[in-house]
C-alpha cells in the first residue's frame, strides 16, 4: 500500500489538510472581490495563453470484439436469461453482506429476518436450482437406470432376447430409427464443435491476455513518467501569469494613468477646450477690428471721392440740358424730366463722423501680446501628463511588487519540491517493472496450465466423440451389410457388426453420461452465477453500486473506498464515481477528489495572492495635485481681454450707416433711365451727349461704388461679429474661469475618489491574471494532470479477461457438453431400438405356410 499512497501524494503539493480551508479562503482581501456598488464594471481582463500540458498517449485499448464466437455468446446469455430473468439483486446482496459481516454461523440463519433472504436468494436462484436438481437427478439416474438396463437385458428383456418379431411395418420402424439417431447424432456433434471452440477459444484469449497486461503496465509507466513533467509545467506557467503583471506594472502609466484620464478628462478638458476657443476668440476679435478699422478708412476716404466726381457728372449732365436744343417742343419735356432727376446723384451714407476702433484695437493688440493658446496648450499637457505622473508616484510600489512576485514564483516551486515525487514515482515504475517481470515469469505454467486444461477438455469431449464414433460406424455398417432378403438369423456380418457397435455406442453412453454431467453441472453453477452475478453487473456498473454503498463493510464507515487509501470513510467518494472519472480520463486529482485533503485552490489563494500583496496594491496613491490648467499669465490675459473696451463700441451707429447704402439712387438704373430718355430724343448731338453722361456714371459706379459697396459688406461683417463677441464677454470670460478653477479643484480634492476607482480596477485586471492561473492549474488538475485512464482500463481489461475470455468461453464450453449429455439419452433410446435390425438372431418367427416376410 506504501506505493499506493506515495501515487496519491504525488499531486498533492497543494495545502497540507482540509483543515486549513476555513482560514486560507479569508486570504483573499475584500477589496478583490466583486463590488456591487461600483458606478462602472472593470475593464475585462487579458486572457493568458498558458498552452497545453504535456498529455500522456495511453495505448490500451480495453475492448474486445469476439468476432464469430459472439454468436454462441449471445446464445448462452439468452440461455441464462430464460433461466434467470430476475433482475440483479444488489439489496439483497447489500442485506446478506451487512448481516453477515461477522462471518455465517448456522444458528444465525434461524432468524427471521435471515430466513427471509434465504429464500429471497433461492427465489433468485430458483432457474440454477432448478437446473442444477435436474442434472443431480440426471447423474443419480442415469447408472441406476444402466444397471438395471443390464440386468434386463441379461434376462432377455429390454431387448436382450435374440429374437425379432414379424411386423408389416419393419422397414418403416428401421427407417424411423435411423434417421432420429441421425438427426441426434448431428446435433451432438454439433454439441461437441461448440465446446471445442469455447475450448479452443480460452487458449487463444490467455496469449491474447498478455497484449492486455503489457500495454496495462506500459499506460500505468506512462502515467508515472509523465506526471513529473506535468506538474513542473503547472508551477513553470506561473512565469506566464507573473510576467504579465510585471508588463502591466511596467506600464503602469499608461495603463492607471490612462484610465484616471480617460475618466477626468470628461470634466477637465471641456474647460481647457472652452478656454482654447476663447483664445480663437480673441484672434478674431483682432482681426475683425482691423478689417472694421482698415474698412472705415476705405470709407471715409472713398465717399468724399464719389461725392467730387458726382457732383462734377451732375454739373456736367446740367450744361448739357441747358443746350438750345431742349428748348424745342418736342424734346423739351424729356430734357425737363431728366433735370428732375439730377438731384438724386449723390451720396446717401456718411462715414466721416463714426468713431474709429483703435482704442479697442490697441487693447486688443496688448491682449495678443501674451499667447494665450500657447498657455492653454501647456494646460493640455500637464493634464495628459497624468501617466508620467502616475508612473513615478508608484515606482517604488512596482518595485517592491516585483521583489513579491518572484517570491511567490519561488515558493510554488519549492513547494512542489517538496513532495519526492519523481523519487516516489522512479519507485514506482521499478514496482511496475518488478511486477511485470513477476508475472511474466508465470507465463510458462499458466501456458503449461491452460495445456493441461485443453488436454482435459479435449479428453472429456472424446468420450462422447467415442460415442458418436460407434454410432456412425454402427450406421454405416448396419445400413451397408442390411439386405433385405436375409432374414434375422441369416443376417450379415457387416449388418450384425453395424448392431453391435451401436450397442457399444449405448454401453459407452450410460458409462460416460453421469461423468460428463457432473462435470456440466458444476462448471453451469459456476460459470453461471460467475456471469449473471459478477460479470453482468460489472458490465452495467451495478457491482460498484454494491461497493459504494453507504455504511456496508461497517456501520460506523460511511464509504468503503476513502477509508482504505485515506483512512478517511467520511469523504464523499464512490469507486463508481472514480471509474467514471477515470473512464472520461479525467485527472487523478479529481478522481480521487484529493481536494477534500490537499486543496490546490486554497494553497494558490494563500500564496498566489496574499496579504501582503493585496496590502502594498492597495498603498497604491495618485496625488494630481501638480496638474496646472491655466496659469496666472492666463487668467490676466483672459480678464484684459473682457476689459478691452469691445463692448463699448457703437455698434448700431455703424450698422445705421452701413445699411443706407452708397448712393441715393442705384446708378446703374440711373444710367439705364438715363439711355431711355436718350433714345425718345432724335438723333443729334444732344443724344450722343446723354449717352456719354450714361456711360461716365457707369465707370462711377464700376470704380468708385463697388469698392466702397464690397468695404462696407466687410464693415458690416465684422460689425456683426464684433457686437457677437462683445455680447456678455466679462460674463463669458466668467465662466471660463469658472470652469477652469472646477476643473483644477477637481484634480487636487476630489479626484481621489476616481484614482481610487481606477486604481480598484487596475488591481482587480492584475488578480484577474493570477486567477487565470488558479483557474487553469485547477481546470489542468482536474482534466489533465495525471489522467487516471490506465486505472479503467485495466479494470476494463479484467473484465474482459475474467468475463469475455473466460467465463464467455467456459459457459459456452459447458452449454455444448450439457447438450451432448442431454442427447445422450434419445440417442441410447434411438440405438438399442435400430440395434434389433442389423444384429444376426438366434430365432426367428416360422410361418405354417412355409413362407416368410421381413418386408
Known amino acids: 500500500m506504501l506505493w499506493t499512497r506515495w501515487l496519491v501524494l504525488l499531486l498533492c503539493w497543494g495545502a497540507t489538510g482540509s483543515e486549513q480551508q476555513a482560514d486560507e479562503r479569508g486570504a483573499v482581501p475584500a477589496e478583490v472581490r466583486s463590488d456591487s456598488r461600483r458606478e462602472r464594471s472593470p475593464p ?33 446469455h439468452a440461455f441464462l436469461y430464460i433461466l434467470q430473468p430476475n433482475p440483479f439483486p444488489k439489496d439483497l446482496i447489500v442485506k446478506v453482506i451487512q448481516q453477515n459481516m ?45 444397471m438395471c438396463f443390464c440386468m434386463c437385458r441379461c434376462c432377455d428383456n429390454c431387448g436382450g432376447e435374440m429374437h425379432q418379431r414379424q411386423r408389416k411395418n419393419a422397414d418403416c420402424h428401421r427407417g424411423f430409427y435411423t434417421a432420429s439417431l441421425v438427426a441426434t447424432t448431428i446435433f451432438i456433434i454439433v454439441g461437441v464443435l461448440i465446446a471445442l471452440a469455447a475450448n479452443h477459444n480460452i487458449s487463444s484469449q490467455v ?11 506500459r499506460d500505468l509507466k506512462t502515467f508515472a513518467n509523465n ?106 419735356h424729356t430734357c425737363s424730366t431728366i433735370r428732375s432727376t439730377l438731384s438724386q446723384l449723390g451720396i446717401n451714407a456718411d462715414f466721416s463722423k463714426i468713431p474709429d476702433v483703435n482704442h479697442a484695437l490697441a487693447n486688443v493688440n496688448t491682449v495678443l501680446k501674451t499667447d494665450f493658446s500657447n498657455i492653454v496648450q501647456k494646460g493640455y499637457a500637464s493634464f495628459n501628463d497624468t501617466p508620467r505622473l502616475v508612473k513615478e508616484q508608484t515606482k517604488n510600489i512596482v518595485a517592491g511588487v516585483k521583489g513579491m512576485l518572484d517570491k511567490i514564483g519561488a515558493e510554488i516551486t519549492g513547494f512542489s ?24 515469469s508465470y507465463y510458462p505454467q499458466i501456458d503449461q496450465m491452460d495445456f493441461y486444461r485443453w488436454i482435459a477438455c479435449v479428453a472429456v469431449l472424446c468420450m462422447v466423440v467415442l460415442v458418436m464414433a460407434f454410432n456412425i460406424l454402427g ?23 453395424g448392431g453391435n457397435l451401436l450397442m457399444a455406442g449405448v454401453g459407452f453412453s450410460f458409462i460416460f453420461a453421469w461423468v460428463l454431467m457432473v462435470i456440466v453441472t458444476t462448471l453451469f453453477v459456476v460459470g453461471g452465477n460467475v456471469e449473471k452475478l459478477i460479470c453482468e453487473p460489472l458490465a452495467n456498473r451495478q457491482l460498484f453500486k454494491i461497493i459504494d454503498t453507504p455504511f456496508l463493510v461497517h456501520p460506523e464507515k460511511r464509504n468503503f473506498l476513502p477509508g482504505m487509501l485515506f483512512q478517511n470513510p467520511n469523504i464523499d467518494l464512490t469507486l463508481g464515481g472514480m471509474y467514471r472519472e477515470c473512464y472520461d480520463n479525467n485527472g487523478l486529482y479529481h478522481a480521487l477528489q484529493l481536494e477534500t485533503m490537499f486543496n490546490i485552490n486554497s494553497f494558490l489563494n494563500r500564496t498566489v495572492y496574499n496579504r501582503d500583496l493585496a496590502k502594498v496594491f492597495d498603498s497604491v496613491q495618485v496625488d494630481l495635485q501638480g496638474i496646472t490648467l491655466l496659469e496666472q499669465a492666463g487668467r490676466d490675459n483672459l480678464i484684459n481681454f473682457a476689459n478691452s473696451g469691445i463692448g463699448q463700441i457703437d455698434f448700431q451707429v455703424y450698422l445705421t ?20 430718355q436718350a433714345d425718345q430724343l432724335p438723333r443729334g448731338a444732344l443724344e450722343n451727349a446723354l449717352r456719354g453722361h450714361a456711360s461716365s456714371i457707369r465707370f462711377i459706379h464700376r470704380e468708385q461704388v463697388v469698392p466702397l459697396e464690397q468695404a462696407m459688406s466687410t464693415l458690416q461683417q465684422s460689425i456683426k461679429q464684433l457686437q457677437k463677441t462683445s455680447n456678455d ?102 440405438s438399442v431400438k435400430l440395434a434389433k435390425y442389423y444384429r444376426r438372431m438366434d430365432t426367428e418367427d416360422v410361418f405354417e405356410d412355409g413362407q416368410e416376410n421381413w418386408n
Request: glycine content about 6%; some cysteine.
Open 44 to 76: 475585462p481582463v487579458e486572457p493568458l495563453d498558458f498552452g497545453f500540458v504535456p498529455a500522456a498517449v495511453y495505448d490500451t485499448h480495453a475492448y474486445y470484439e469476439p468476432g464469430s464466437m459472439g454468436i454462441l455468446f449471445h446464445m448462452v
Open 102 to 146: 461477522g462471518g455465517i454461523k448456522i444458528e444465525e440463519w434461524r432468524k427471521p429476518e435471515n430466513v427471509v433472504l434465504l429464500l429471497q436468494w433461492i427465489q433468485y436462484e430458483s432457474g440454477f436450482l432448478i437446473c442444477a436438481t435436474f442434472g443431480v437427478v440426471f447423474v443419480v439416474l442415469i447408472p441406476v437406470i444402466a
Open 207 to 217: 496469449k491474447s491476455t498478455r497484449r492486455l497486461i503489457n500495454t496495462n503496465m
Open 227 to 332: 506526471t513529473p513533467a506535468q506538474v513542473d509545467y503547472l508551477t513553470a506557467q506561473y512565469t506566464t501569469a507573473k510576467n504579465k503583471v510585471l508588463s502591466d506594472l511596467d506600464n503602469i502609466g499608461p495603463l492607471l494613468g490612462g484610465r484616471i484620464h480617460i475618466q477626468l478628462e470628461k470634466s477637465v478638458i471641456p474647460s481647457l477646450d472652452t478656454a482654447l476657443r476663447m483664445a480663437g476668440a480673441m484672434r478674431e476679435t483682432k482681426e475683425a477690428l482691423e478689417n472694421v478699422s482698415s474698412s472705415l478708412e476705405v470709407l471715409q476716404d472713398g465717399v468724399g471721392k464719389l461725392q467730387a466726381s458726382l457732383s462734377g457728372e451732375r454739373a456736367s449732365l446740367s450744361n448739357t440740358l441747358s443746350d438750345p436744343a431742349c428748348t424745342n417742343g418736342a424734346v423739351s
Open 417 to 440: 519540491k517538496m513532495f519526492p515525487v519523481e523519487a516516489s514515482l522512479a519507485n514506482f515504475t521499478i514496482f511496475l517493472n518488478e511486477r511485470h517481470k513477476a508475472i511474466e
Open 475 to 497: 450406421l454405416l455398417c448396419g445400413n451397408c451389410g442390411y439386405d433385405k432378403q436375409a432374414s434375422p438369423t441369416t443376417r450379415g456380418c457387416l449388418s450384425n457388426t
Open 657 to 676: 450707416e452701413v445699411n443706407k447704402g452708397v448712393t441715393l439712387i442705384d446708378l446703374l438704373s440711373f444710367c439705364s433711365d438715363l439711355e431711355g
Open 729 to 830: 464677454l466679462p460674463v463669458k470670460v466668467t465662466n471660463v474661469l469658472s470652469a477652469i478653477d472646477a476643473a483644477e479643484y477637481l484634480l487636487t480634492h476630489n479626484a481621489s475618489h476616481v484614482v481610487k476607482q481606477e486604481t480598484k480596477a487596475y488591481v482587480q485586471s492584475l488578480v484577474g491574471y493570477f486567477k487565470q492561473y488558479t483557474e487553469w492549474v485547477k481546470n489542468s488538475l482536474t482534466a489533465e494532470v495525471a489522467q487516471c485512464k490506465p486505472i479503467s482500463n485495466i479494470v476494463d481489461s479484467m473484465e474482459i479477461v475474467g468475463c469475455s475470455f473466460i467465463i464467455d468461453s467456459l459457459n459456452t464450453f459447458w452449454f455444448g457438453l450439457g447438450s451432448c449429455c442431454v442427447l445422450l439419452i434419445p440417442s441410447i433410446i434411438f
